[in-house]
Each structure stands twice: as structure tokens, then as C-alpha cells.
């Protein structure tokens, strides 16, 4: 069974800072891995989509890595800003029918002015 | 940029009342999916669709919970009877096929009380 962990559970940056959440995944057997963010009492927001044939994915001031061999993704955020407080939750596909996805439990991210 | 649409946002209803939801996926996306997301957990999958059929239900409370997709297009969440342990968030998704990633909806906030 597919088990995805997220470190830290919370984080808490000034203004500015470059941060990286970290993700990992206990079943290797992935065909991609997906990120994304949550704003309180909201759905989902897809941020990034990496393809197993991939090692990272990049839009705008957020870079996200894949290593499947080690089961580990992270996202890296530049240059943080207020806004970008959320929480950030990856996923990976899985399960019987191959395309649950399984997620973790996110990280809380605030960003303070 | 295509959404997917869910009503409503949010529902107050009473212990044992009977609550529906309703999801509209991006047209043309064959697999849709109903997630339930307790506060500060990642979200977990009740139901998936592909077309009309389900595909995989196996974290679905069946007693007490039901799901149609009668045309393989938009989809129905009913709960009968609602329990408190019920108040979530429940999320719908879809996809066009796992490779393409998910998108999901707004969600609806229900609390049971």
C-alpha cells in the first residue's frame, strides 16, 4: 500500500526566504507525481506535474523534483511571499485501479511579512 | 481555464438528515472521483468513476453512502443518514487519464450537527 509522508508539518519564513517542502513515497512505482496547493476551507489547486521520465518541473518561482529511485519529491519556493501561504499537499497515483491518488498530509506553510 | 464545478459550497445539516452532492467534471474527462478530506488530513478517495461505471469504491461507507453517474457525465453524492463523524470537506476531481494529472473542484464544507 502506497504511503506518502510530508516534511515538516508546518514552517513558518519571513518574508523572502527560499524554502523547500519535502515529500516522500514508500512504492517507487509511480508514473507521475503531482503538487498542490490548498488555501483554508478551499479545494485544490494543481501547482506542478512531474512525469517518472522526468527530474523536475518548474513554473514561475516554484521548482518541484522528482527522484523515484530514492521516493523522494520536493518543491522549492523562491523567494517567498505572503501569499504564498497555504498548504501545499503532494500526491501520487496508486491503488487498485492505478490511478488513486494517494496523498500526504501536506505542509502548513506561513509566510510572514 | 476549464473548472470543475461542485454545489454546494457548503451545507449545514443535522444528524441523520439526508445530503446530496453534486459535481460537473472539465467536459471530455472520462474518470471522475469523490474525495473526503478531514480538517488537517489529506484528502482520501471514496469513489471513482470511469464513464458511468464505478471502478474502484472500496473506502465507501456503503451503508450510508451512495454515488451515481448515471450519464458518465456529472455526479451525485448522497449520504443517508448523516452522521457528525461525516463533517469534512468533500472534494471532487477529475482527469482525462492519470498520465494528464487531476483537477479538482472547490468542494463542499459539510458539517453535521
Known amino acids: 500500500k502506497q504511503e506518502v509522508t510530508q516534511i515538516p508539518a508546518a514552517l513558518s519564513v519571513p518574508e523572502g526566504e527560499n524554502l523547500v517542502l519535502n515529500c516522500s513515497f514508500t512504492d517507487s512505482a509511480i508514473y507521475n507525481l503531482q503538487w498542490f496547493r490548498q488555501d483554508p476551507g478551499k479545494g485544490l489547486t494543481s501547482l506542478l506535474l512531474i512525469q517518472s521520465s522526468q527530474r523536475e518541473q518548474t513554473s514561475g518561482r516554484l521548482n518541484a523534483s522528482l527522484d523515484k529511485s530514492s521516493g523522494r519529491s520536493t518543491l522549492y519556493i523562491a523567494a517567498s511571499q505572503p501569499g504564498d501561504s497555504a498548504t501545499y499537499l503532494c500526491?501520487?497515483?496508486?491503488?487498485?485501479?492505478?490511478?488513486?491518488?494517494?496523498f500526504g498530509e501536506g505542509t502548513q506553510l506561513t509566510v510572514n511579512p | 481555464e476549464a473548472e470543475v464545478a461542485q454545489s454546494p459550497r457548503y451545507k449545514i445539516t443535522e444528524k441523520s438528515q439526508a445530503v446530496a452532492f453534486w459535481c460537473d467534471p472539465i467536459?471530455?474527462?472520462?474518470?471522475l472521483y469523490w474525495y473526503r478530506q478531514i480538517l488537517g488530513q489529506g484528502p482520501e478517495l471514496l469513489v471513482q468513476?470511469?464513464?458511468?461505471?464505478?471502478?474502484?469504491d472500496s473506502q465507501l461507507p456503503k451503508d450510508r453512502f451512495s454515488a451515481e453517474r448515471l450519464k458518465g457525465v456529472d455526479s451525485t453524492l448522497k449520504i443517508q443518514p448523516a452522521e457528525l463523524g461525516d463533517s469534512a470537506m468533500y472534494l471532487c476531481?477529475?482527469?482525462?487519464?492519470?498520465?494528464?494529472?487531476?483537477?479538482f473542484g472547490s468542494g463542499t464544507r459539510l458539517t453535521v450537527v
Open positions: 500526491a501520487v497515483p496508486g491503488g487498485t485501479s492505478g490511478s488513486r491518488l494517494t
Open positions: 468513476f470511469q464513464d458511468e461505471s464505478v471502478v474502484d
Open positions: 476531481a477529475s482527469s482525462p487519464g492519470g498520465a494528464y494529472g487531476y483537477t
Open positions: 467536459s471530455g474527462h472520462a474518470t
